[in-house]
């Protein structure tokens, strides 16, 4: 069964960073695409980033790029997002998402159950 | 970027009603257009790919339809667990991006 566990969410003050982690099984981690997606409150799903298989190919929402880095480590079955200058809009529900392919093509089929994280002072 | 809109916002129905909720893309997206369906405190789950290709474990009751900028999607008789909020969302090209959802609740 496929598992995609996110942590690293909490309380941080603005300007701050923060790193979510996403652990996963249930799958050959290094055959699939994974992304990043967040939920404001009362606000529509949000794709942020994804990340090919290898690393090679990788993508931004305008709204977190320069600040967000997507990463992953495919020896640990694992997927990072590492999020600098934080801000009070970036207050969300984030969630760890595996792409139906290889590439991102976004299609996704699995998500985690998330992790909160809020931006405040 | 391009915006999903989805119609109507909220839908009140009974079990055994058939529904079918739309969305519209600002651009022609061919049928890349997924629908997920999300529970509170749930993970979303993949209903349709590409316009009309049923995820795997989704009951057939689920269908989906659609290309270029418009889209539906039919539940042909509700049960229980169905209700929940729907969204649709786009993968044709960067930002991929979801349409603001339509919840569906009990009568």
């Known amino acids: 069964e496929v598992h995609l566990l996110e942590s690293g969410g909490g309380l941080v003050q603005p300007g701050r960073s923060l790193r979510l982690s996403c652990a996963t099984s249930?799958?050959?981690?290094?055959?699939?695409?994974l992304h990043w997606v967040r939920q404001a409150p009362g606000k529509r799903l949000e794709w942020l980033s994804g990340?090919?298989?290898?690393?090679?190919?990788?993508g931004y929402a305008d709204s977190v790029k320069g600040r967000f880095t997507i990463s992953r480590d495919n020896a640990k079955n694992s997927l990072y997002l590492q999020m600098n200058s934080l801000r009070a809009e970036d207050t969300a529900m984030y969630y760890c998402?595996?792409?139906?392919?290889?590439?991102?093509?976004?299609?996704?089929?699995?998500w985690g159950q998330g992790t909160l994280v809020t931006v405040s002072s | 970027e391009i915006v999903l809109t989805q119609s109507p916002a909220t839908l009140s129905l009974s079990p055994g009603e058939r529904v079918t909720l739309s969305c519209r893309a600002s651009q022609n997206i061919n049928n890349f257009l997924a629908w997920y369906q999300h529970k509170l405190g749930q993970a979303p789950t993949l209903l349709i790919y590409?316009?009309?290709d049923r995820a795997t474990g989704i009951p057939a009751r689920f269908s989906g339809s659609g290309s270029g900028t418009d889209f539906t999607l039919t539940i042909s008789s509700l049960e229980p667990e169905d209700f929940a909020v729907y969204y649709c969302q786009q993968r044709s090209k960067w930002p991929y991006t979801f349409g603001q959802g339509t919840k569906l609740e009990i009568k």
């Open positions: 590409d316009a009309a």
């Open positions: 998402v595996r792409d139906r392919h290889l590439t991102v093509a976004g299609t996704f089929d699995y």
């Open positions: 990340i090919s298989w290898n690393s090679a190919t990788i």
């Open positions: 249930g799958f050959t981690f290094d055959h699939y695409a």
